[in-house]
């Protein structure tokens, strides 16, 4: 009869090791042998440039001041702004843009999905832009993205991210920024072997013809209406120099709640996009969605699951004392990293990896839980400001 718990054991450590390490090197692997690059040419398409709000008062002007400096063509560009009930004085001050070529959809609260199908039912451009409010993209950065539509084999272009330093906020952020610089690393690399998993809402772009609204508000935006892109045959890739600026959030408290949202929403956007799941008919990119968007928010469950085969193994060898041990510590490291989170010593490697890894995988947990329970998460509520708590 087989041992249940040294089963249990080693396939969640294989599984694991997949995750944070096997899955790269079979990137890195397929990319090195496909090396599909993207032909470029200094192109500049009709654009439309979307910025959603909902109660951006304090970085809606900002925004636009950035959008209209950028070194595109004016006459090329459109920029349009859809508003879902926002109740500050987000409206009011895009109104005062009007002048200057800004489109303000003032809309009823429905949420975020529902106000860009009405951005885009209006938008002119042969390529939509998809943008956070809080986004600060560099002078060229439209240009960057538009030159990769010159090959007719690309559908959409996910742009740079790139976090600003914020001294008031606490050890998640350069966690946060830890994770950001890896997972730049590996759309590079996927991009090489066709197509990147999907785009970041601070800087995209697809073309026109491609876009389809989502089917259900309870989806991550960014995620399904990227992955459509390569759902109609089309490569979806990565533009390293099209850049784009963030804040990241002050506090580990919202980072966690941010994680929590996103998370669920990307699960139900894995759902409604099951079909590229399938390896027969999209090949490599069904093992990057599966391994990048499946395993990796399955991670906390394999966690709980070694640690528990860990504890009641380790009286059988002291291979198994060891490794629960070892992982009893991290988890204390974790929680020493959180008690110091807005301290110097909080900001040594040592505790906000643990730290930062230990959030990510709770909220992970969280998404799971409440997607299995049924509450999922329509309305649209960013949060951008507000202390550390």
């Not at 996009?273 to 490599?284: A, M, T, V, W």
């Amino acid at each position: 009869m087989p041992d249940v718990l040294m089963i249990i054991f080693w396939l969640m450590l294989a599984l694991l090791v997949y995750v944070y390490g096997g899955f790269s090197v079979l990137v890195v692997l397929v990319a090195h042998a496909r090396k599909r690059s993207v032909k470029q040419e200094d192109i500049t398409p009709s654009l439309s440039l979307i910025i959603p709000v909902w109660n951006e008062e304090k970085a809606i002007a900002a925004r636009l001041d950035n959008a209209l400096a950028l070194d595109y063509p004016a006459d090329r560009l459109e920029i349009i702004v859809p508003s879902d009930g926002s109740t500050d004085r987000t409206e009011e001050m895009v109104r005062s843009y009007a002048d200057r070529g800004v489109h303000l959809l003032a809309l009823p609260r429905r949420g975020k999905i529902y106000g860009l199908k009405d951005a885009v039912n209006v938008a002119t451009g042969e390529l939509l832009v998809f943008s956070d409010a809080n986004s600060m993209y560099e002078r060229d950065a439209l240009r960057k993205l538009a030159r990769n539509f010159a090959d007719p084999q690309v559908g959409g272009v996910c742009g740079n991210q790139v976090y600003l330093k914020n001294k008031k906020a606490d050890t998640a952020s350069q966690g946060e920024n830890l994770y950001w610089s890896f997972d730049k690393w590996l759309k590079q690399k996927e991009s090489l072997t066709g197509s990147i998993v999907s785009a970041h809402g601070a800087i995209y772009a697809i073309r026109r013809s491609l876009y389809q609204p989502p089917a259900s508000a309870a989806v991550t935006d960014d995620f399904a209406i990227s992955t459509a892109v390569i759902e109609q045959g089309y490569r979806l890739v990565f533009e390293s120099e099209a850049i784009a600026y963030e804040e990241p959030m002050p506090a580990a408290a919202r980072e966690f709640s941010r994680k929590v949202r996103i998370m669920n929403r990307g699960l139900c956007g894995v759902l409604l996009r099951r079909r590229l799941l399938n390896p027969l008919r999209y090949g490599f990119y069904a093992v990057i969605l599966f391994s990048h968007k499946v395993l990796r928010r399955l991670v906390p469950i394999f966690l709980l699951m070694l640690l528990a085969a860990s504890w009641l193994l380790q009286s059988r060898h002291d291979f198994f004392l060891f490794a629960a041990v070892a992982q009893t510590l991290f988890y204390a490291m974790a929680g020493c990293g959180y008690l110091l989170r807005r301290r110097r010593l909080g900001r040594l490697k040592f505790f906000y990896i643990p730290f930062f890894y230990c959030l990510a995988n709770a909220a992970a947990l969280l998404a799971i839980i409440k997607l299995l329970r049924g509450n999922r998460i329509e309305f649209w509520q960013p949060q951008r400001q507000g202390t550390a708590g």
